[in-house]
């Protein structure tokens, strides 16, 4: 038996009975699959129900209360709204995308510019470059190369006393005294060919202070971790869009306090705090980008979300390739963020997030606007329509121990095993770049961002055709297996273009994994605690981030460790994929889940004949 909502109510049931039920009707219906849809305000199903927390299946007996409308306002500027399969009223007052949500997604996916310049910045700013102690000034006219090999024969960290009355004519000549005895070096010069002036020039970050380079690396992605969880708890109680704007605001004035800064310790606080609120920018943005369309468009306007993250990683490349000094790059690199600012009064607040909170009105003049920008003209009884969307009364408000209940504790765990590792595999390449480096640091970072334009470009079609699990899984494997290759195949053949090819496959593979992943994980969690999920997985991410500055320690222990750790978690992560459900969207199906329960509050009902 299938119940039909039509403009006039609800019209007939489609198992032989052609009347419309008398107003308040009761029915009681024996049923076996519930698949969510909202008449739109035309006829308002009130059910009762236990449904089944994952499918909304099960030979369930439940009433459906019949309350249809008093009729149509037939004025000729008001457009009726077609039935949607989806349930989803926002998408039936403005349209799944139009001229207005192809703005706010664009203007959304800018946000994504400054916060991957952040964190992909050190990749040139915190560069290790070769280093040799100061030439005391008496010898400022000696060859480089003649004063290293006299005077630092171990390493930079020694340099050999110096007897009284040296010069360099000596040293040239080989007539200088040579001495046994060392001392440390206090003073260094630096090699600036390649990068310029860095953090670690700056502040001497070598020898016994060689470990701190790694340390503001390691707290920016500690901020990253907590940011992720906070940010997005915070998103989700307060909205998108403050915690957006606000947390754009914070990361533009730590970026400008990173150039005031005096000494390490105080840039090592700056990064902490620009970890935090980076990571809630991202994932606020992405979020409200996704919610402000509808269909097969949530898929799309996710992964365009992604696009400027290789743009970034050029832009990045280029500045600090004409740029001699790390505070120029950070100064050039600060301002776009700053014109982010002025979008507060162009963006809105996402209109689910208000209607998931009960916030109708304010939803309403959103929806009203973007429906006028999208040409959709006025709409029949929107009041009622968003009525629909009332939230029942929440016991508790939004917090982290909500991912652990139910059936969320599953997916939470299995998001959590699959963001480490994809983040490993993904990080574990793009900021170890220099390890495979291909005689230019800038160039080999340009061709692995722009190795990811047709992966992101490829994973729209994928998504659509293939779901996510499966292409996610594949994704994943695919880098695992290239990773392996590049190692075997360069002890095989010895040529560095065999595993630099083996390497852009892996970096193809896992940069489509990087965009499905998220999207991924925003359409298995249900409205109210979205952001606070994807947020949360950030914490996985983060302790992932945090070990990749030591991975390649493991070539202490064995040269080909590194790749083979990245290949076998790549590959598990893969595979634990796999246990999750899928949330393949279709045209005439649609696990978008409500704020309250696992599914919408209205729904067509299907007899166990599949009526």
């Not at 800018?110 to 700013?125: E, N």
């Not at 269909?295 to 740029?323: D, K, R």
């Not at 991410?541 to 083979?564: D, R, V």
Request: glycine share 8%; net charge neutral; aromatic share 10%.
């Amino acid at each position: 038996m299938r119940l039909v909502g039509t403009p006039w109510g609800l019209s007939r049931y489609e198992s032989g009975l052609t009347t419309v039920p008398p107003r308040g009707a009761v029915v009681s219906v024996r049923i076996s699959h519930v698949q969510a849809l909202a008449p739109f305000g035309y006829g308002t199903l009130k059910t009762r129900a236990v449904l089944n927390r994952d499918a909304c299946v099960a030979g369930l007996s439940f009433f459906v209360t019949v309350i249809p409308n008093q009729g149509l306002n037939k004025d000729k500027h008001q457009e009726p709204i077609e039935g949607n399969e989806q349930g989803d009223v926002v998408s039936a007052v403005i349209g799944d995308y139009g001229r207005w949500q192809l703005l706010m997604t664009f203007l959304l996916s800018l946000f994504s510019f400054p916060c991957t310049f952040h964190i992909y910045l050190p990749t040139f700013t915190a560069k290790m470059t070769n280093f040799w102690c100061r030439r005391p000034d008496n010898l400022s006219s000696l060859p480089l190369d003649d004063w290293v090999n006299y005077s630092q024969p171990i390493d930079a960290c020694y340099v050999r006393l110096l007897p009284a009355g040296i010069s360099a004519e000596s040293i040239i000549n080989n007539t200088a005294p040579i001495l046994d005895s060392f001392q440390k070096c206090t003073e260094w010069d630096y090699d600036r060919s390649e990068v310029g002036a860095t953090i670690i020039s700056e502040w001497n970050l070598v020898c016994d202070n060689a470990n701190l380079t790694v340390l503001a690396e390691v707290v920016f992605l500690v901020g990253v971790g907590v940011g992720g969880v906070i940010g997005g708890w915070i998103s989700d109680k307060f909205g998108r869009k403050r915690i957006l704007m606000g947390m754009m605001v914070a990361q533009s004035a730590l970026a400008i306090l990173s150039l005031l800064v005096s000494s390490y310790l105080q840039y090592v606080v700056v990064r902490l705090f620009m970890g935090l609120v980076s990571v809630s920018v991202v994932y606020a943005a992405f979020v409200l980008s996704v919610e402000l369309v509808g269909g097969p468009w949530v898929t799309i306007a996710g992964v365009c979300n992604f696009f400027p993250l290789p743009l970034a990683y050029v832009i990045v490349s280029l500045l600090s390739m004409i740029m001699p000094n790390w505070r120029d790059v950070q100064l050039a690199l600060t301002v776009p963020g700053c014109f982010l600012i002025a979008l507060w009064f162009v963006l809105p607040e996402s209109p689910r997030w208000l209607l998931s909170v009960g916030r109708t009105q304010e939803a309403k003049v959103i929806l009203e606007k973007a429906a006028k920008f999208n040409n959709k003209g006025s709409v029949i009884d929107l009041d009622k329509m968003l009525s629909l969307y009332k939230p029942e009364t929440r016991k508790e408000e939004p917090s982290v121990l909500m991912l652990f209940k139910g059936n969320l504790m599953k997916r939470t765990f299995c998001l959590f095993i699959a963001w480490f590792s994809m983040t490993i595999a993904y990080y574990g390449l793009v900021l170890n770049i220099g390890k495979f480096n291909m005689g230019d640091l800038h160039m080999t970072s340009i061709i692995l961002a722009l190795v990811e334009v047709p992966a992101i470009a490829i994973s729209i079609p994928i998504l659509f055709k293939a779901g996510r699990r499966l292409p996610i899984f594949t994704s994943m494997v695919i880098c695992g297996a290239a990773c392996i290759a590049s190692e075997l195949l360069s002890i095989s053949f010895n040529e560095e273009w065999v595993m630099i090819a083996c390497l852009m496959v892996g970096k193809f593979a896992i940069a489509t994994t990087n965009m499905m992943l998220p999207i991924f994980t925003a359409e298995l969690y249900p409205t109210i605690i979205r952001n606070l999920g994807v947020g949360a997985s950030q914490i996985s991410s983060g302790l992932a981030l945090i070990c990749i500055p030591y991975l390649w320690e493991l070539t202490k222990l064995n040269l080909h460790l590194p790749m083979a750790t990245i290949a076998a978690l790549s590959a598990a992560g893969g595979t634990i994929v796999l246990l999750l459900p899928d949330t393949i969207v279709s045209s005439k199906e649609n696990t978008r889940q409500s704020a309250s329960s696992p599914c919408n509050g209205t729904f067509t009902v299907t007899d166990d004949r599949g009526h």
